[in-house]
């Protein structure tokens, strides 16, 4: 299996460039001396999330004569948007398969680019997708089982190494294993000596299980759904896991209590709308400290969409 | 009246590296296509707020032996935490005189950095000031009528000029006219072609007044007082009306709804907690669209410091 490489994602870096927005890294008052902690906030990305970085990157490279054929795509909602939003920057039509329970403001988001949204089953969304794909002669890009759409995401951890070399831990969120495949691949590349950690809720934690025992471990998609992370619901592909496997120095775990007060305390101190996939990061340093190395840490919060009802229940409460 | 000039402006820029954000330009998809708008979001400095560049800047500024004496400022809220983060940043004492009815998250937040509070009624905190320093030999550190301070607060302009060369309107916050000034100094300095306004609450609409008139028009503090935006209840000086009348084209004023609106609109389409007084920018940009030029537009999203119930009650309504 070829992995990805620093060069596939410095190529990436020059594709985005215009589209994605470079992040900057933000200082937090949530770390203490010897664990000060800084924000990657991709939940900025002009679709509230990294996925645009993936997305862009993989329909860029194909050729034009493909490309106009359309796109589909199957996701949890951040993806769908972010190939919504490539396709109409390419003026190509999209058509996004989501599980019915995506959060409205994901779905309403890709519509609004758009794209044809087809709502369905979770377990049957793949299938789907790829039955759309043969039918009509789009592409499918997947949200995470492609080297392109790795790579990609792997351009937040060129900007990271960048704008601080010394940098000691990287956390990530892991769901299907793209981001933390690409930013790990370019952190590892260009610190060798920081640590990178995935890091996922305790109630979809397949990847903590499987990178530990050193071998996927499937978990049912309805156990992965008890999580109110919605974007971290998916597991690792066979590509994506062995990036992992690569990369990665360990996988946490956190709970749902704690993500929610990630969240809450995201939007006080740091002034950030996250959703609850994109805060586990900050969950875990805050609640994990025995589990990871100190240092300078570099926490990425990957995206912000949010149902604005259910972000005010979480700010009140 | 000596005014400041890009020069000054750069030499700031110097000082306030590695300690200010340098905050990206965000696109969204607030804009129409004759329209188009980013925003600054100042929101994400380390306080929360543009003020850090400008305290930074002033107390950089000061000799070793003056700035041990201490630092003190009045201040509406946002600038008294830059000075005490300026101040523990470089290791001194700093007092903040502040209104009493500031909100309670930004007076917990200077205490947090360790500065020491007074409270006193609005009319009071210059004179107050003013007397803490003659008492300890501290120096005063004005929140906007001193030129390091508009200097620091016009290297936002700078890197909005750097970032979008061919910027076709700036609209940024109005109160004691720092920010204002700073940013349209830098602005017409290095796009000179760019149109640069002022926005604030139609309820503390007295630069709008002066500025239309030629002349200062001062307004009652009472009357200020009665904005959302807490942050906008000043008046500007003789030095930032001064630049003011230099730099802007216009002054342009929105009311408390449409400032809510826009809170609202920037929580859950660009993911981010803005004050009231931070939302005015965006305000205008939706509401004041037969007093504004056309083009490509960059608004100052000048902070984020709002008390988490009121926003969650702005976010459920």
Not at 118 to 129: D, H, I, S
Not at 282 to 299: D, F, S
Request: hydrophobic share 45%.
């Amino acid at each position: 299996m070829q992995l990805i490489t620093i060069e596939d994602i410095r190529a990436a870096a020059e594709r985005i460039a215009g589209t994605a927005v470079r992040t900057p890294l933000l200082p937090t008052n949530l770390g203490t001396p010897d664990r000060p902690l800084w924000v990657k906030p991709e939940s900025l990305q002009p679709i509230g999330a990294f996925k645009i970085r993936g997305a862009h990157n993989a329909v860029a490279r194909l050729s034009p004569e493909v490309r106009e054929r359309g796109l589909v795509t199957y996701s949890s909602g951040n993806h769908a948007q972010a190939i919504a939003y490539a396709a109409k920057e390419f003026g190509v039509p999209a058509t996004v398969v989501t599980p019915a329970d995506t959060p409205r403001i994901k779905i309403d988001a890709a519509r609004a680019h758009g794209a044809e949204v087809v709502l369905v089953p979770m377990a049957e969304r793949e299938a789907r997708a790829e039955a759309i794909a043969l039918e009509t002669g789009a592409t499918l890009v997947p949200p995470f089982d492609h080297p392109d759409v790795i790579a990609g995401q792997g351009t937040a951890g060129l900007e990271i190494a960048e704008d601080m070399p010394d940098v000691e831990l990287v956390l990530i969120p892991v769901s299907g294993g793209g981001l933390a495949g690409g930013i790990g691949t370019a952190v590892k590349a260009l610190c060798p000596k920081a640590k990178v950690i995935g890091v996922e809720p305790a109630l979809a934690g397949d990847a903590q299980a499987g990178f530990r025992a050193g071998a996927q471990v499937h978990w049912a998609p309805e156990d992965r759904l008890r999580t109110i992370a919605d974007g971290l619901r998916s597991e690792p592909s066979k590509l994506t896991f062995a990036h992992l496997l690569r990369v990665l120095d360990d996988v946490v775990t956190v709970t749902e209590e704690e993500i929610v007060e990630a969240v809450r305390l995201l939007a006080r101190r740091a002034r950030l709308v996250v959703e609850p996939s994109g805060a586990v990061a900050v969950a875990a340093h805050l609640n994990r400290v025995e589990e990871l190395p100190a240092g300078r840490t570099v926490a990425v919060v990957s995206g912000g969409n949010i149902d604005p009802a259910r972000f005010a229940e979480i700010l009140s409460s």
